[in-house]
C-alpha cells in the first residue's frame, strides 16, 4: 500500500468552509481535533493570517482554528485522516496510520492519510522537532478512540447489546458471548451524517492491549519510492511547463546595479521576467534556460568582508546581546561552587556553520487554475508557504493551494525557502506552469545554515568526585539539549541568542533550523567537559556519569548501552578508544558509546557505535531503529567533516566536492535499539540519536590518544594539532 498525490484525484476545495469541507466528504462520521496548540500553532498570528482563521487557519473563514485535524470514516467503513503535517522520509505517515488503525481497531489497509495539502487539510505550523508522534500522534488517537466510541453507541442500538459485552475488531463490532451478532463499520456509517468534535481526552488503549502499535507494518511509501513510482516535486509535468533560473547574487549582501538580459530575449522560445527584486528567464528546456540566463549580464554592489570560518568565533563574541531572562537553568550559588570545588575546570566548546544538503534540493512548480494558484513544494510548511505566497502575490490565501508531495530530506531546511514565492510570481507573470528548482550550488547558497555557536562552560568536582558547579554561557546554540540532568548543587546556564540566527549584525548570511537545532553542539560541550573531569580525578567515565545523576532516565540508557556494548570501566586515556555521551531530545533520552581507530592520515575511524533510546510507547519499532541509524550516520558528519568555508558574505562551499558529506566507507557496525518503557506515551524519534554522535567520537578520541579537540568537526588537522 502506498500513497497517491495526483493532483486529477484531489478535488478542488480550497474556497470550501469547515461546513462545506465536511459536507463535500459525503455521508459517514467525522471527528475534528486538535493538537497540542503550543506545538502546532505559533505565537500571536502569522502575518497576513485572515482574521479568524477558521478550518486551519489559512484561507478558511469561521471560529478560530481549534481544529487542526480530521478523521473521516465513510460510508464504505474505510478511514480518512486529514492532517496537515509532510513525510519527508521519515515515516511519519505509517506511523500515524498505525495509531489510528489501533484505537479504531481496523487494519492498516483501511486508513488513508492525506497530508500537506492546504486545500484539503486544516492548518499545521510545520514537520520539525519531532512533534508528528508525541504530539499530534497523542490527538490523532484520542480522535480515533472517540470515533470507536461512536461506533459502539451505534453498535449499541444495532445490535441490542450493552457495550460492555461489545468488542471492535477488524472494523466490526460483535458480541463477545454470540459473533454472529456482528456489525460493521460500513453498516453503521451508512446513511449517516455524524460530526463531532474531540473534546478531552477519550479512553485510549493501554500497550498491554495493542495489535498493531509497536509492529513493524510494511511502510506506506516504500513500493513507490523502491519503483521509482513515488513523485516528488520536480517530478510533476504539466503541458508547456517552463524551467526557470532565477538571477542570483554572487555574495549575500550584494545590491544588483544593473542586468543586462538584451542577449536572452532574443533566443527562440525564451521568457524573460524582470519584476521588481525578480529577475529570470524560462524555457521549455532546461539547458535552454541554463544557457539564457549564462547570456545574463549583471553588475553589483559588493562589500567584501574579512570574517571566515576561523574568525567567526570572535566575531559572533562580539555580537552578542544579553542573555535570554527565560533560557536560565539555575540553582544554588555559583560563588558557593567555587568554593567547594576542589578542582576547577574551564574550556570553550566550538562548532562552525553546517549545511543541510538534504538529496532532493529546494524546488517549486506553480500553475494557474482560473482566477487560483496551485503549487507543489518540496517543504516542510506548506501553509506557512501558501501565506507567503498569497502575500508576494497580493492574493487571498484562500486562493493560493499549497499540495505537499514526497520531500526528499528536510532536517529543518525547508522549514523555509523562497522557492516557491518565485514559481508562483513567474507563473503568474508568464501565465505558464513554472518550475523553480534548485541547483545544488543554489542549495548551498541559499541555504538557511546551521548558525555557527560557542559553549563555555566553568566547572568543578569537590574531593569525592561530585560535581559541585556547573556555569555554562551558551552562544547562538540556544537551551536545546542543553539541560543538566547531573546534580551539581549549584548550576547556572546563560543563553545568549539562538539557534535561528542572530540577525545581520550577527551571522553574515541566513541562519536557521538544523535537525535538533542547537542541540549537536550543546550536548558534544557538557559531555566532552564531563569527560575531562572524570580523566583528572581518574575516574571512569560511565561511573563518573551514573555517580553524578540521580535521573532514572539518564541511568537506565547508560546502563543499557553499557551492557549491549560489553562496556568493561576504565578510567581515561586508557588506549582503547572507546567514549560515552548521553543527551535528551524530544523528550527521549539517548546514550551512545562510540569505539574509535586512527587511520594513516591521522584521521577518525568510527568502527562501532551502540545506540540505546528511551522514547516511550515504540509505535513502529523499525521505524525507530531506522530514524536512530539515520541519525547517527547523519551526526558522523557533522562530527567528522562537515564544515562550511566563507569569506564575509561570499559562501566558497559550493557542492560536494568541497562539502564532505559521511561517506558508506565511513560507515560504522550501529547496534541501535529502543529501550521498552511503555509507562510513557510515544516521544520524539527523529532527532535525539543524532545529538550525542559527537561528544562519544570526541571522547572516544581522547581515550585513545589523550588528545582532546574543543571544535567540530574533529578533522585530521585539528587532531594533529590537539596532539601536539
Known amino acids: 500500500m502506498h500513497m497517491k498525490n495526483k493532483i486529477s484525484e484531489t478535488p478542488d476545495s480550497s474556497a470550501l468552509s469547515r461546513r462545506g469541507f465536511i459536507q463535500s466528504l459525503g455521508g459517514g462520521i467525522v471527528v475534528m481535533f486538535s493538537a497540542n496548540a503550543f506545538a502546532q500553532e505559533p505565537k500571536g498570528k502569522p502575518e497576513g493570517k485572515p482574521a479568524g482563521g477558521g478550518f486551519g487557519g489559512f484561507g478558511f473563514g469561521g471560529p478560530p482554528p481549534d481544529i487542526n485535524s480530521y478523521l473521516h470514516i465513510g460510508e464504505d467503513g474505510k478511514i480518512t485522516v486529514f492532517s496537515g503535517k509532510i513525510e519527508q522520509g521519515q515515516g511519519n505517515t505509517t506511523a500515524l496510520a498505525q495509531m489510528a488503525a489501533e484505537e479504531l481497531g481496523v487494519g492498516m489497509e483501511s486508513i488513508k492519510m492525506v497530508m500537506g495539502d492546504t486545500a484539503l487539510c486544516p492548518w499545521d505550523m510545520g514537520t520539525f522537532g519531532s512533534m508528528s508522534i508525541r504530539i499530534y500522534g497523542a490527538s490523532l488517537r484520542n480522535a480515533a478512540a472517540e470515533a470507536r466510541t461512536i461506533l459502539l453507541e451505534m453498535a449499541v442500538e444495532k445490535l441490542g447489546v450493552s457495550q460492555a459485552q461489545l468488542s471492535v475488531e477488524n472494523g466490526a463490532i460483535f458480541a463477545a458471548s454470540d459473533k454472529s451478532k456482528r456489525v460493521t463499520f460500513a453498516q453503521l456509517t451508512a446513511g449517516q451524517k455524524i460530526t463531532r468534535k474531540l473534546e478531552g481526552k477519550a479512553v485510549i488503549r493501554k500497550p498491554s492491549e495493542f495489535t498493531i502499535m509497536g509492529k513493524s507494518p510494511a511502510r506506506y511509501d516504500v513500493r513507490a519510492k523502491v519503483t521509482g513510482e513515488a513523485k516528488f516535486t520536480a517530478d510533476y509535468h504539466f503541458s508547456g511547463r517552463l524551467h526557470a533560473k532565477v538571477l542570483r547574487p554572487p555574495v549575500h549582501g550584494a545590491k544588483l546595479k544593473s542586468a543586462d538580459t538584451s542577449a536572452a530575449e532574443i533566443m527562440a522560445g525564451v521568457v524573460v521576467v524582470k519584476e521588481a527584486d525578480l529577475i529570470a528567464v ?13 547570456k545574463i549580464k549583471a553588475e553589483y554592489d559588493i562589500t567584501e568582508g574579512t570574517v571566515d570560518e576561523n574568525s567567526i568565533f570572535d566575531h559572533l563574541l562580539e ?30 566548546w566550538l562548532n562552525g556553520y553546517g549545511a543541510h544538503a538534504q538529496i532532493e534540493p529546494p524546488a517549486a512548480v506553480a500553475w494557474l487554475e482560473g482566477d487560483k494558484i496551485n503549487l507543489h513544494i518540496s517543504t516542510q510548511t506548506p501553509f506557512m508557504d501558501q501565506t507567503s505566497i ?33 514559481a508562483a510570481r513567474l507563473a503568474k507573470a508568464t501565465g505558464k506552469p513554472v518550475l523553480v528548482a534548485y541547483t545544488r550550488e543554489e542549495a548551498f547558497f541559499l541555504d538557511p545554515f546551521r548558525p555557527a555557536a560557542i559553549v563555555k562552560i566553568k566547572s568543578g568536582v569537590d574531593a569525592n568526585g561530585k560535581l559541585s558547579l556547573w556555569a555554562a554561557d551558551i552562544y547562538y ?31 553574515p548570511f541566513q541562519t536557521g533550523s538544523w535537525r535538533a537545532p542547537g542541540a549537536n553542539l550543546n550536548v558534544f560541550a557538557r559531555e566532552c567537559h564531563l569527560d575531562i573531569m572524570a580523566a583528572k580525578i581518574k575516574m571512569d567515565p560511565l561511573e563518573f556519569r551514573l555517580k553524578n545523576t540521580s535521573d532514572k532516565r539518564a541511568r537506565v540508557v547508560l546502563e543499557a548501552a553499557a551492557e549491549r556494548f560489553g562496556y568493561k570501566p576504565a578510567p581515561a586515556p586508557s588506549g582503547r578508544g572507546i567514549g560515552i555521551a548521553v543527551g535528551i531530545d524530544a523528550e527521549s533520552y539517548v546514550a551512545e558509546i562510540a569505539e574509535i581507530e586512527l587511520n594513516a592520515q591521522g584521521g577518525i575511524v568510527v568502527k562501532r557505535i551502540v545506540a540505546a533510546q528511551d522514547m516511550g510507547i515504540v509505535v513502529h519499532r523499525e521505524g525507530a531503529i ?52 511503555d509507562e510513557l506515551e510515544p516521544k520524539g524519534g527523529g532527532e535525539p540519536a543524532i545529538c550525542p554522535v559527537g561528544g562519544a567520537v570526541a571522547n572516544a578520541l581522547f581515550d ?21
Open 282 to 294: 524560462l524555457h521549455e528546456d532546461i539547458e535552454q534556460a541554463e544557457a539564457a540566463h549564462a
Open 319 to 348: 555580537r552578542a546581546t544579553k542573555p535570554q531572562t527565560t533560557a536560565q537553568e539555575t540553582a544554588g550559588d555559583e560563588a558557593a561552587g567555587v568554593k567547594a570545588s576542589t578542582e576547577i575546570f574551564e574550556h570553550t
Open 390 to 422: 498569497a502575500g508576494a502575490l497580493k492574493m487571498p490565501a484562500d486562493s493560493v493551494r499549497v499540495i505537499t508531495p514526497y520531500v526528499g530530506g528536510g532536517f529543518g531546511g525547508k522549514s523555509s525557502g523562497g522557492q516557491g514565492a518565485e
Open 477 to 507: 546554540s540556544g537551551n536545546r539539549s542543553a539541560e543538566m540532568f547531573y546534580d551539581p548543587p549549584n548550576k547556572v546556564q546563560r543563553v545568549y541568542g539562538g539557534p535561528y540566527g542572530g540577525g545581520p549584525s550577527a551571522h
Open 626 to 677: 531506522i530514524q536512530m541509524e539515520g541519525c547517527i550516520m547523519m551526526g558522523l558528519g557533522y562530527t567528522l567533516t562537515e564544515d562550511l568555508q566563507f569569506r564575509g558574505g561570499r559562501i566558497l562551499t559550493t557542492n560536494f566536492h568541497n562539502y564532505r558529506m559521511p561517506r558508506f566507507s565511513m560507515m560504522p557496525k550501529i547496534e541501535a535499539f529502543p529501550i521498552k518503557n
Open 704 to 724: 585513545l590518544v589523550g588528545a582532546r579537540v574543543f571544535q567540530m568537526p574533529l578533522t585530521p588537522e585539528r587532531i594533529k594539532a590537539a596532539r601536539k
